[in-house]
Structure formats: structure tokens, C-alpha cells
């Protein structure tokens, strides 16, 4: 659409049926409709090409004579700008990049009543008309006026004392300068950082108190938004630079550029692309496909070829599909293990297989589980719930560890399944090499391993790598088992923890047990 579908939309609102053409506007409209600048196709008889004439006759500040035209000309006025902005957020909400642009500049020419073509300086009040229409015949595009100074001002318009007040409003109208830093965060993920830096003189009775902006990313072609914003700038931080954050999609092959579109939301005349190019970026590798759920037969609780460990789980017969997919690694075998699943998959599960296979190996108490668990509030959940289950149920020690490093050593010593925070290891196991009972643990579970991308990440970083150190140093094999959602760089994390290609298992994320 264009701006004189735009108009004809407009004029076909449902809030105008009930309009008509008399007899005695048609010559007065005939009139109109030579003076008004957008072509109205439809015939004068029909109610739209009036309500169509009304509104560009508005904007054209054109006055009228009959007094039944000027009734209905206040009844289109009341409706105009809403009904424009109802427009302007249908196109936006659509994603349409050129028709959300021309949309918008209608519902501003409603609001200032001027054209577009008209220059930005009319909606100053104090500008002789005069001068305003001897810059309007100038052929000269309205970034250049920013260069002039007032006295090139006065001369452009043969009035040399004439140039400080044009001056002073073109540094007046809202202009902002942009700068954007681009990274692709996977192959089909872009992150956008946006500065945008305000460049105009604030004037209290011009601007009030604060200016509303529109951010628009489109693609190369102009055709689609990709994201939308908008944005306030506020007069207390008008000499700062504002930085605004966001992700976009790209897609393969990369198309040479996108742009940035940064428009004022009342001021005609105040927009500012910037072309963000994409020569120099380098996209990530691609990951791999996640794993496949197979379809098997669901294992029986009696896999565990224990009458102790069946008595364990009475809830139900069978394992869920992704759990039956893992068992074998996790209970037959000492193989580190990330096991990558949406919530509610059953994960916790996992974990007490791999819990189970360390029971089996050393029937005595030396041989430790440490389980970390992200926030404190999870590991006093799991911390009941093993208790109960592992502790009333096979006696084993299960501890949770308190913070206070006196009291965890003695924690440490008597517990065989030990639930701590990442923090609360970190602290513990700093001095590993006078600590025995660290050395001592031959099973480590971290819950949640994704966070290792979150605020907290670099301690659970820290410790996973330091248990593979300890590993290495005391020549004892401590088995990693680790559970997250599903990942996209699976294999990255897989490689950290140790776990080989059996030992992956990286669902996707519609892989749900429960829909």
C-alpha cells in the first residue's frame, strides 16, 4: 500500500457509515478535491471520497464554506488520529517495514496538519511563512540544513539577518546519532547492541519533558521488521548515550546488510537509518542435531536386578522413554555422562541411576556422591527427598552441606551422598589435597549444568574442572553425570565434563513426556 491506499482505508472506517453526501457539498467538495495533493479514485457520490477530501483538507489546513461540511469535518478530525494509529500498529504488529513508516508519517501529518513534502520547519511556531516558503523551493535535502550555519542560512534566503531563527529550530528538531555492534550468538541468532546518542537542543516549551521514538531493525530489502522498540528519551538524560539490547534472527546465506531505523514519534522530518553490514561476520559453527529419541520398549522397574533398588520406586513400573534410553550408560557402565532433556523429563531419575551404579561398585562407605545443585532451595528439596528415599530406604548417609566449614568437614566425613551448592563445594573442595574424604568422592552430579551460561556460572565452571583435575592428579576415576535442558552446544559441554559420543544425550527440546 501506498499513501493513497493508506487514505482511502481510512475513509472506508466502519466509524463513517453513516455519513452521506448532500446535495448542496458537491460543488464545494468538487472544489476541494482539486486542491487537496492525494488522488481520491472513488466518484464524489460516494460518502468515502468525502470523508477522503475532509481529511486531506484538514491536514492541508484549506478552509471551508458550508456549514453541514464543517460539522462533518469535526467528527473526522476526533476520529483521525486514532484511527491512524490504529493503522500504524496493525502495520507495525504485521511487521511491515515500508507501509509501518508511511503509516506512521500520516498519523504525524494528522497531528501537525502538513505534508510530508513540507519542510520539517513549519511545525516551529515563529518562523516568518515567507522565509519557510523560500527554503521549500530550495533544492536541497534536509540533512544538509544541519551543516549550515546561520549566517549560509540567511543567505539561502536573501535575508542575512534572517538566518538565527531557522538555525536555532533546525538544532531543535529531535535528531539522534546511532552506532551499533552486531555478534551472532548461534548461526541463526543475532545480537544487536544499539547506541543511540542524542544530538539537538532541548527546549522545555518545544519538547516538554520527555521525546518518544520508534526503533525499528528491517531486513536488507526494506520489506520486514524484525524487531520493534519504543523508546523515550528523557530530558534529565539528554547529554548521555542510551544503549538498548536485542536479538534478531538471520538466516542463511547471510544477507549483506540490515538497517536500523530510529523515528521520532510526533516529529515530522526526524528519522535516522543506519545500514548495519555484515561483510566482516563470522557465524559460529553449526552444532550438532540433537539426539534422537528411540522409540524402545519401555525398561521395567526390574532392570535394576535388585530387590533393594525395585523396592525403591512402588510409583511406577516402567521408566519413561528418555530414561530408558540412558539407562544402560547410567547403571551399567562408569562413563561420564550429560544428559540434556526439557523439564519434566525425568532427569532426577537419571541422577539416582547413576547413584544406584555407585552404591553397587563399593559396598562400603568410602566411596563418595557429591550432587551440586544450583540454588539452595532445590538442593533442600532434594535433600528431603533422598533422605527419605535413600536413607530410610537403603540407610545411607545423605547430608546436606550448611556453609560453615567446620561443620561440613564432619558433614563430609559421615555422609556417602553429599547435596550441596556449587558455592558451597567450591569452598570446601579448595583444599582438596589435605582433605582425603574430597578425594574420596567417585561420583559428581551437577543438576542444571546450563546455568554454566548464567550469573552464577563461573563457579560451577570452576568446580566441574577441578574435579576432573583432582581425577587426573590421584589417578581416581570420579565419574561426572551431568543434567540440563536441552542445549544447543551439547557437544562443547559434553567435551568439558568429559563424556564421550555414548555418553551424550542432548534431546530436543519438543522431546516432552508430558506435552
Given amino acids: ?93 504485521q511487521g511491515w517495514a515500508q507501509l509501518a513508516v508511511k503509516a506512521l508519517n500520516l498519523c504525524k501529518m494528522v497531528s501537525k496538519r502538513m505534508w510530508g513534502v513540507h519542510s520539517p520547519l513549519r511545525q516551529f511556531y515563529g518562523i516568518p511563512n515567507d522565509i519557510i516558503m523560500k527554503l521549500e523551493k530550495k533544492d536541497l535535502a534536509w540533512e544538509r540544513y544541519y551543516d549550515l550555519s546561520s549566517q549560509e542560512l540567511g543567505e539561502l534566503v536573501h535575508a542575512p539577518k534572517m538566518g538565527r531563527t531557522p538555525h536555532k529550530f ?45 526503533v525499528l531493525l528491517e531486513d536488507n530489502d526494506g520489506e520486514f521488521i524484525y524487531h520493534h522498540e519504543y523508546f523515550l528519551l528523557k530530558k534529565q538524560y539528554i547529554d548521555e548515550d542510551h544503549t538498548l539490547n536485542f536479538t534478531v534472527p538471520i538466516s542463511e546465506p547471510l544477507p549483506p546488510q540490515y538497517f536500523i531505523r530510529v523515528v521520532s514519534d510526533g516529529w515530522l522530518g526526524s528519522q535516522t537509518i543506519l545500514p548495519v553490514s555484515f561483510k566482516h561476520l563470522i557465524l559460529p559453527e553449526k552444532f550438532p542435531s540433537p ?52 523439564t519434566g523429563s525425568g532427569k532426577t531419575i537419571c541422577a539416582e541411576l547413576a547413584i544406584l551404579r555407585n552404591l553397587q561398585k563399593g559396598q562400603d562407605s568410602v566411596l563418595r556422591v557429591v550432587y551440586i545443585s544450583p540454588i539452595e532451595a532445590l538442593a533442600k528439596v532434594r535433600y528431603l527427598d533422598w533422605d527419605k528415599k535413600f536413607g530410610k530406604g537403603l540407610g545411607i548417609h545423605v547430608v546436606e552441606l550448611t556453609g560453615e566449614t567446620t561443620t561440613d568437614l564432619k558433614l563430609l566425613k559421615k555422609g556417602q551422598i553429599i547435596i550441596s551448592t ?67 552446544n551439547a557437544k562443547d559441554i559434553g567435551d568439558w565434563i568429559g563424556a564421550t559420543s555414548h555418553g551424550l544425550f542432548n534431546f530436543a527440546p519438543d522431546v516432552r513426556p508430558v506435552p
Fill in 291 to 342: 539426539t534422537e529419541l528411540l522409540n524402545l520398549q519401555p525398561l521395567p522397574v526390574t532392570a535394576f536386578r535388585n530387590p533393594s533398588y525395585e523396592a525403591l520406586y512402588q510409583d511406577f513400573k516402567h521408566f519413561n522413554p528418555v530414561q530408558t534410553q540412558v539407562f544402560t550408560v547410567l547403571y551399567n557402565t562408569d562413563q561420564n555422562v550429560l544428559v540434556g532433556a526439557p
Fill in 1 to 93: 500500500m501506498g499513501d493513497i491506499e493508506l487514505c482511502r482505508l481510512f475513509s472506508m472506517s466502519e466509524e463513517f457509515k453513516y455519513v452521506t453526501v448532500r446535495q448542496d457539498e458537491k460543488v464545494e467538495l468538487a472544489k476541494l478535491l482539486e486542491r487537496v495533493p492525494i488522488p481520491i479514485k472513488e466518484n464524489l457520490e460516494e460518502p468515502s471520497a468525502k470523508i477522503n477530501v475532509l481529511l486531506q483538507a484538514y491536514i492541508s489546513r484549506l478552509k471551508l464554506e458550508g456549514l453541514s461540511l464543517t460539522s462533518d469535518m469535526v467528527f473526522i478530525t476526533q476520529s483521525a488520529g486514532r484511527l491512524m494509529r490504529a493503522l500504524f500498529e496493525i502495520v507495525l504488529k
Fill in 422 to 488: 556449587a558455592e558451597k563445594w567450591d569452598a570446601l573442595s579448595r583444599r582438596w589435597k589435605q582433605q582425603k574424604h574430597v578425594q574420596q568422592v567417585s561420583l559428581f552430579i551437577i543438576d542444571e549444568v546450563h546455568l554454566v551460561g548464567g550469573q552464577g556460572g563461573s563457579v560451577l565452571e570452576v568446580i566441574v574442572s577441578r574435579m576432573r583435575y583432582i581425577a587426573s592428579q590421584i589417578e581416581n576415576n570420579i565419574r561426572i553425570v551431568a543434567l540440563s535442558t536441552s542445549l544447543a
Fill in 170 to 214: 533546525i538544532h531543535q528538531l529531535p535528531k539522534l546519532n546511532l552506532a551499533a555492534h552486531v555478534q551472532p550468538i548461534t548461526r541463526t541468532v543475532l545480537r544487536v547492541e544499539l547506541t543511540i546518542t542524542p544530538d539537538f537542543q532541548w527546549e522545555d516549551k518545544v519538547h516538554g519533558y520527555v521525546e518518544s521514538f520508534w
